[in-house]
């Protein structure tokens, strides 16, 4: 049975997955020579659609009034898309807003994809844009009603067409799916690895005997798995792909517990493919301690005694020599205070110009502090007791990691409906061991993610 294809394009009130919704929709069921069958409807969004949108792609609010709302064709996007490959131009935008109207109804749609984005950037790397437009002008395909779902879905079917034939004609290859499953070992099932979420979490690899051999962490945990067993780049790739029997999983809904989630798991497990992780990613700590004349100072050290807590962790002392040194440049810090230049007198920078004098004892110790304090400030996790407060599993519960004092201490989820009592926030916390990898893990994604994170400073 050849492979078949559902070319689909939609419409929406904006771009955001979660808060907007499909407008318009066009799928064309694709055989690889012609089009076979097709569905096309405008959609109800059961909200307004924005001025800016109707200007784009003529859409209106009346026009959409007395059309389906997508509860009503879920069932037929479900029944003409299964057993076929989805494809779309930049598919994930696509792909990405059906997967949430279903989401809404409590379905989880999953279909393999192909983006003809990439496929055109492979095939066309000469164009310097590879928008719809673009890349259908060079090629000299029309599209009528561009901008409306059917009219990007007709030119993206012909689009597929070349940019197939093509590839066949350079590479000989032959589009089947993708996502093959090429290599695996007898005991793992292809409908075990369809089954698997599309959702934040942590994944595990066992060989037949049940032994872990590989525990990893993603946003998108189908995909990762996929890009596991289609990845034949290295001989260890290749040989642990051969020995998954099985492939388990657990959903996080925060990214920020996967990550914690999957550094406690390889710590306490240790499998043979993580070996990389198995060692401590933070060798490296900043140190800060004050001197005999009052002077805050910083210094490199290796993270080998258990008793001392560094301010911050990194995975090489080059890379925290140059994060000093840029820091010590920026605050307008002493090079010899900061552990960078040797010397029984005056630093570098002093002569320069580019040091205050504390090495010295010219600048006062507590202006100079005043600038050492507020780096660590910016870079460092407050030593106070919290609560980091992310998604949950699902839209009725909220994830929650416990910081007490500054420490790690474990994770949980809470239902939203009680996320405003302290106690229950706190009874919520499974423990879990702290060590200066999770408090680098912490430390890297408060800095990254500063507003969407919600944190709860409360006393003992």
């Known amino acids: 049975m050849s492979t078949e294809y559902a070319v689909l394009d939609v419409e929406t009130t904006g771009v955001s997955p979660r808060r907007d919704k499909i ?13 076979i069958d097709s569905f096309e409807s405008l959609v109800n969004p059961e909200c307004r659609i ?21 509860y009503e064709i879920a069932k037929k996007i479900i029944e003409i898309t299964e057993q076929r490959i989805v494809v779309g131009h930049n598919v994930n935008f696509d792909y990405n807003f059906i997967r949430h109207e279903y989401k809404r109804l409590g379905y989880n749609f999953k279909r393999d ?24 002008k060079h090629l000299k395909i029309r599209i009528k009603n561009r901008h409306r779902a059917a ?49 934040t979490g942590v994944y595990y690899f066992y060989d037949e005997h049940h032994k872990l051999l590989y525990i990893g962490k993603s946003n998108n945990i189908y995909k990762r798995v996929m890009t596991h067993l289609n990845n034949e780049t290295t001989d260890r790739a290749v040989e642990m792909k051969s020995l998954i029997a099985d492939v388990d999983f657990e959903t996080t809904g925060s990214e920020l517990v996967a990550l914690l989630q999957e550094s406690h798991e390889i710590k306490k497990h240790k499998p043979r493919f993580n070996r990389a992780q198995r060692r401590a990613v933070s060798r490296y700590g900043l140190y800060v301690f004050e001197d005999d ?10 993270n080998d005694d258990v008793n001392k807590s560094p301010v911050l962790c990194f995975s090489s002392k080059k890379t925290a020599r140059q994060r000093l040194f840029q820091w010590a440049e920026a605050h307008q810090l002493c090079q010899k205070l900061c552990g960078l ?12 110009g580019e040091c205050n004098g504390a090495c010295v004892g010219e600048e006062p110790a507590d202006i100079y502090n005043s600038r050492v304090e507020t780096l660590l400030k910016k870079y460092s996790i407050a030593t106070s007791s919290m609560l980091i407060v992310e998604k949950g599993r699902n839209e009725k519960e909220l994830a929650v990691v416990q910081l007490q004092n500054g420490k790690y201490t474990g994770h949980g989820y809470i239902l939203k409906v009680l996320a405003n009592r302290r106690e229950e926030l706190l009874d919520c916390i499974k423990h879990y061991p702290d060590n200066r990898d999770v408090q680098m893990i912490i430390r890297q994604y408060v800095k990254k993610y500063p507003r969407r994170l919600k944190m709860l400073k409360y006393t003992e």
């Not at 994809?113 to 496929?119: A, S």
């Not at 090429?182 to 979420?197: A, N, Q, W, Y």
């Not at 009052?294 to 050290?301: A, K, N, P, V």
Request: charged fraction near 25%; include cysteine; glycine fraction near 8%.
């Open 50 to 70: 924005p001025e800016r949108i109707t200007a784009l792609t003529g859409i209106s609010n009346l026009m959409v009034e007395d059309a389906p709302c997508f």
């Open 113 to 136: 994809t192909i983006d003809t984005v990439k496929l055109s950037r492979k095939m066309l790397p000469a164009l310097t844009s590879h928008n719809l437009g673009n890349v259908c």
């Open 23 to 35: 407008t318009d929709i066009a799928v064309f069921i694709f055989d690889g020579d012609k089009i």
């Open 151 to 199: 009219g990007d879905a007709l030119a993206t079917v012909e689009l597929f067409a070349w940019l197939k034939q093509k590839d066949m004609m350079e590479n000989g290859s032959r589009y089947t799916k993708v996502t093959g499953f090429r290599g695996l070992h007898s005991g793992l099932k292809p409908e075990k690895i369809r089954s698997l979420p599309e959702e």
């Open 341 to 352: 230049y040797e010397s029984a007198g005056a630093c570098f920078g002093y002569a320069l």
């Open 293 to 302: 004349n009052g002077y805050l100072q910083m210094r490199i050290e290796r």
